[in-house]
């Protein structure tokens, strides 16, 4: 933007895959390493520890270095690390479409956990099934202009009629 503001009640916490983990470290320094960045105390990554290492589906790998994990092992980590916030407000960026069918069924279910108990949820995506899914209001925007403004069936439907005609 270049010009607003914006007010919020709480601080917003992003959800992505994207978090920069380190290599040499394993999984468990890195699980810890990760939720330190976000700003959780010693005492409640400890409490979250087990909860975030289930959710990564890597019970097994844990100890082993970042390194050693394939790129699918390395997003669900990163994944889970993000996943252990509980925020009022979650700016969520196509976190959900990675990992086998195990690891998906999880994160659909903690993203699920994580809507109920969010005050308010942002989804950015170009999954039109999550969208549908996951939202109760979907804003369409192209090339930062607001094309739509509706129900996620509504706003869907008339995406995919605009982009059959491209």
Partial sequence: P????VYASSTPIMLGVNAALVPDLAGDQNVILGCLAMGMERSV????FESIVELSGL??????PMKSYSSG???RLRF?????????ILLVDEALNTGDAQFVDRSRKRMDELRRNAGCVFLVSHSLPTIEDMCTRVLWLDNGDLIMDSSPKETTD????FTAHL
């Fill in 2 to 5: 270049t010009s607003g503001a």
């Fill in 45 to 48: 990554i400890d409490e979250k």
């Fill in 59 to 64: 019970e097994k790998s844990i100890h082993l």
């Fill in 73 to 75: 092992m390395g997003s």
């Fill in 80 to 88: 889970a690390i993000a996943a252990a916030v509980d925020p009022e």
């Fill in 158 to 161: 008339a995406y995919k009629q």
